[in-house]
């Protein structure tokens, strides 16, 4: 297994793991076919990414197939430069195999080379394995974010979590 960062020439594998993931879990943001990005608009959005220098995109590969990633979104303006929003998605056959735990390692890792203090996600707050994994990587509960998803048909809360480095 290996985590590396995304290059644009992963476009094709990243969307296909994106649906699969989209399909596999209510917990990421699209439902399952709702994506509709383009391999283009998927190369395109990697690009821009690569050079921005207050994000990237972690991607982990197992046998020449992606199977999981964590991005951060960082922010150009000064206020909030130091500051990271979080997105991890793994397959779920990988789940509970140490991946998580790696991403984080990998991106705190990256974060504290940029300068960044502040790493930041949202978890729905039935998400008990999320929620473990976030915590066991540091990360603690600040808030809640009430109704701020609707998953089939209901209301979900989401739980805003943040680590400082």
Partial sequence: MKIRQIKESDAKAFLKLLKQLDGETEFMLFEDGERTTTVNEQAAKIRSITHDPHSTIFI???ED???GFLGAMGNAQNRRRHSIHIAIGI????VGKGIGRNLFKEVERWAKQK???????TVMVHNEAGIALYKKAGFEIEGVKRH???VNGAYVDEFYMAKLI
């Fill in 91 to 94: 397959l779920q056959q990988w």
């Fill in 60 to 62: 982990v590969e197992q």
């Fill in 65 to 67: 197939r992606l199977i």
């Fill in 115 to 121: 300068g960044m203090h502040r790493l930041e996600l």
């Fill in 148 to 150: 701020s998803m609707q």
